[in-house]
């Protein structure tokens, strides 16, 4: 089974940028797709954006298209976004998650994951 790390979250002022990473173990995850996934208090957890396993295909979130970019790096077993102009509105916990696929489909809804890490949380100061 992959086991998945998150880190890179914090506090950050409004407009300011962070690099989440996704550490995974146990297994390779070049035969995942990958998603991000963010939950805010009192929400639900909601799909942010998401890569198929070849990094070939990405999917993001339409809110967040511009702003962040999902990446991967296979030999590494490393998973990141990039998210930049950040706003209050993104402060939540960010979770990693891994889809068994090696399709271009990306998932887009938490059911479809297999396996999550822990989360990593982004404050957003205004």
């Known amino acids: 089974q992959v086991q998945l790390q998150e880190s890179g979250g914090g506090l950050v002022q409004a407009g300011g940028s962070l690099r989440l990473s996704c550490a995974a173990s146990g297994r390779t995850i070049r035969n995942y797709a990958m998603g991000w996934f963010r939950q805010a208090p009192g929400k639900e957890r909601e799909f942010v954006a998401g890569i198929s396993w070849t990094g070939g295909t990405t999917d993001y979130v339409d809110f967040l298209k511009g702003r962040f970019t999902i990446s991967r790096d296979n030999d590494k077993n490393l998973v990141y976004m990039q998210m930049n102009s950040l706003k209050p509105e993104d402060t939540a916990v960010y979770y990693c998650?891994?889809?068994?696929?090696?399709?271009?489909?990306?998932?887009?809804?938490?059911?479809?994951?297999?396996?999550w890490g822990q989360g990593t949380q982004v404050t957003v100061s205004s």
């Open positions: 998650a891994a889809h068994l696929s090696v399709r271009s489909y990306i998932p887009t809804t938490s059911g479809e994951y297999e396996r």
